[in-house]
């Protein structure tokens, strides 16, 4: 058969296929279809006409018998289960091979997490070539824990997590997931979560339980074919490349940073927008409204900046171009008050002592501007090459969330003065900024031909 | 339909697979209450295919309790990257109902099926009888071309469902669900044709 026929024969499945998808859906007719591809028609014809006969052959009514149930239940506690595979069901390690899998089960069980884990990323990441399916921990602070073999041990800092990994951290622990594809979730403080699919590849399937706690989500935009779910007790949140906080305490709360987040319940769903907040209960979806901003704080100067709390967690961009969302509450854009520079919008964060750490990218006046609602602090960044910081807290007070400035100017400070930014590979390989576009945009005082942006989902 | 309303039924599909995930990891565990809602969820859509398939309700009804049963001893074994749940039922379907026909013959009638009833007896007629020629047409086909026309046309399936269910590639499948209408057309004039 020649090609020419063969591309013809499977362009005809094609248009089979289509049209009988349309035609079941009852969005098109046979004729709608013939009309459609006159090419082949004659071909076309009797197909959907004898499918079309075929599919109106009468259905049994199909409902289960109550009385074959309760014979089924019974007849099911009766009845034992089957063997498992021999596999390390919550270090998920792969199935294939039982012996393989039963060895390592054995070796493996006396092992200090540490190398279990180690071990678990050598298998998992030779199990199945071209998809990765582990992600990285990173603990910022305190203890964190993950469940192996229905018993809680410390997770490892750095440790590599395959899916199906049980997660939780305590009432003063935070820790980061760095997905293969640069996405993270922190982990905040009482959180537990289930590692529940990661596979990237081609492309990208993330899936997550949350079972209580505060997680902050920095998602990769997601493409066609990939997906980054939360789930809930009450609630499914689908992103499509975003940055949103879900947090799950007898309810489900979800806020958007940036991007659209989708949240289901209960057979419906709301959209959920930058800056915009939404809570499914057990019995309620409340829709979207907005959420409260505590301050923003921009950097209107030649320079990338960060802000960072105590434990190392830290939301902004480095002079490499890596842009991160680490903090819980706080996103970071390129929006500074000028139309340049870099922004940091803090909304739920935590409160605390935070450092702003700015590193300049070519000369040039600049300040760093705090505001919250009770008004606006402006203070100039050093002139000079180099790095500058200043400190913030995050007060509560009378139930509000404010912002002030520790000191009232920002100081030049040397880089081992400053606190560290921790990220892992995967994440240095997303999408960020072009700092070399963006100095020479400066360079040439130009603010409106900045041709490099902070990655925003 | 809207894009809106397709992003929400794709969200609530979301939804809905990974709530049949959690509840198989439970029955995984031996939990038999999780067993018990797959089994509502599922039982009334294999039910069906089955009597489509076997054309005795009572026939259809005992094999999807084995069906059932048997699932609840093999799903320790059962791994969620393979073939997804639905598709593993409709397999196991399959198998339980091939074997029942390796030890029976098939009727040939529709007893057992509830056919609505019609107003006028003429069309009745006509109707039982279209109803039993494509069912004796359906018969003299090959298993592949049964299965794909019951689950496309009967149960529809799309070709990526039905590929997961039949272990085949969807290629394969959209071949199959030309040539099957094809063929039962061919058989049907071999037949007399319709009345």
């Not at chain 1, 492309?203 to 980054?228: C, F, H, K, L």
């Not at chain 1, 000369?363 to 050093?382: C, F, L, Q």
């Not at chain 2, 009727?107 to 019609?118: H, Q």
């Not at chain 2, 094809?182 to 007399?192: H, K, P, S, V």
Request: hydrophobic fraction near 40%.
């Amino acid at each position: 058969m020649s090609q020419d026929a063969a591309r013809g024969r499977l362009a005809l499945e094609e248009v089979v296929d289509l049209c009988l998808d349309d035609i079941l859906m009852e969005v098109a007719s046979i004729e709608d279809c013939l009309d459609r591809y006159p090419e082949h028609r004659e071909a076309l014809e009797p197909i959907p006409r004898t499918a079309m006969a075929f599919s109106e052959l009468p259905m049994a009514a199909a409902t289960t018998d109550p009385a074959r149930r309760v014979t089924f239940m019974t007849a099911l506690q009766e009845t034992p289960q089957d063997a498992r595979r021999r596999r390390l069901p919550s270090m998920g390690l792969p199935a294939g091979g039982g012996t393989w899998a039963g060895l390592w089960r054995g070796a493996l069980l006396g092992v200090p997490a540490a190398a279990l884990a180690l071990v678990a990323l050598l298998v998992v990441s030779t199990s199945n070539p071209g998809v990765a399916s582990a992600a990285t921990l990173t603990v910022f602070a305190g203890q964190v824990e993950q469940q192996v073999d229905d018993e809680w041990i410390l997770a490892i800092d750095g440790a590599s997590m395959p899916e199906g990994t049980i997660l939780r951290t305590g009432s003063a622990s935070r820790a980061l997931v760095t997905f293969p594809d640069g996405s993270t979730a922190t982990v905040d403080a009482s959180t537990e979560v289930t590692l529940r699919r990661i596979a990237v590849g081609s492309t990208r399937t993330i899936e997550i339980d949350q079972a209580s706690g505060r997680m902050w989500n920095d998602v990769v935009p997601v493409g066609s074919g990939d997906s980054y779910v939360v789930q809930t007790p009450h609630a499914l949140i689908s992103a499509h490349g975003t940055v949103f906080e879900t947090f799950v305490d007898g309810v489900t709360a979800v806020r958007a940073d940036a991007g659209l987040v989708r949240l289901s319940a209960r057979g419906e769903s709301v959209e959920v927008g930058p800056g915009q907040q939404a809570t499914a209960t057990v019995d309620s979806l409340v829709a979207a409204t907005q959420a409260t901003v505590t301050a923003q704080i921009s950097v209107d100067a030649p320079a990338v900046a960060y802000l960072a709390a105590a434990d190392g967690a830290a939301t902004g961009a480095l002079s490499t171009g890596v842009v991160f969302r680490q903090l819980p509450g706080v996103s970071t854009d390129n929006a500074g008050s000028d139309g340049n520079g870099q922004r940091f919008t803090l909304g739920d964060v935590s409160p605390g002592r935070y450092s702003l750490v700015v590193e300049r990218i070519s000369e040039g006046e600049g300040e760093v501007v705090i505001d919250t609602p009770a008004g606006r602090i402006v203070m100039p960044v050093p002139a000079g090459s180099g790095l500058s910081s200043v400190q913030v807290d995050v007060v509560e007070e009378d139930g509000e969330r404010t912002v002030r400035a520790v000191e009232p100017e920002v100081r030049t400070v040397e880089r081992d003065d400053t606190p560290g930014v921790r990220i892992s590979e995967a994440a240095r390989s997303r999408p960020g900024i072009d700092v070399a576009a963006l100095a020479a945009a400066r360079r040439a005082d130009d603010p409106t031909t900045t041709a490099a942006t902070v990655a925003t989902p | 339909m809207s894009a809106a309303a397709t992003d929400a039924a794709a969200a609530a599909a979301e939804l809905q697979e990974l709530q049949v995930r959690r509840l198989v990891d439970l029955a995984k565990q031996g939990d038999a209450q999780a067993f018990g809602h797959l089994y509502d969820r599922f039982h009334p859509e294999i039910l069906r295919y089955l009597i489509v398939r076997v054309r005795d309700r009572d026939v259809a009804e005992d094999i999807a309790q084995q069906v059932f049963l048997k699932g609840w001893q093999a799903i320790p074994r059962y791994e969620h990257r393979g073939t997804p749940f639905r598709a593993w039922l409709y397999r196991m379907a399959h198998n339980q109902m091939v074997d029942h026909f390796r030890t029976t013959r098939p009727t040939t009638d529709l007893e057992g099926v509830d056919v609505p009833e019609e107003s006028e007896a003429d069309e009745r007629l006509l109707t039982a009888e279209t109803n039993g020629l494509l069912q004796d047409a359906l018969a003299r086909l090959s298993e592949d071309h049964r299965q794909v026309l019951v689950l496309r046309f009967l149960m529809e399936k799309s070709a990526r469902e039905i590929g997961e269910i039949m272990g085949r590639k969807e290629v394969t499948v959209r071949g199959l669900q030309m040539r099957a209408p094809q063929a039962l057309r061919r058989e049907i004039e071999e037949m007399g044709g319709m009345p």
